[in-house]
């Protein structure tokens, strides 16, 4: 598999993980009831959120592959 390849397939990894923090965050906040997973969901989300964000920042700030 070609650099660029693997660059699109951890972009596209960390949008998946942007995705599942959204509904996790949706999840612990209108449809738990249970203050430990709330605190489990939560976390789980604002750590993927976090990740997501630092995996997209790497990406875009490595540039162009070169062929």
């Known amino acids: 598999m ?3 390849l693997v660059k699109m397939w951890i972009a596209l990894a960390s949008i998946a993980f942007m995705f599942i923090s959204v509904f996790s965050i949706y999840f612990s906040r209108y449809k738990t009831k249970n203050k430990l ?3 489990i969901s939560a ?4 750590v ?3 990740l997501a964000g630092l995996i997209i920042i790497f990406v875009v700030f490595s540039g162009p592959v070169q062929e």
């Open 48 to 50: 993927l959120m976090i």
């Open 43 to 46: 976390l789980i989300a604002y």
């Open 2 to 4: 070609s650099p660029a």
């Open 37 to 39: 997973l709330k605190f």
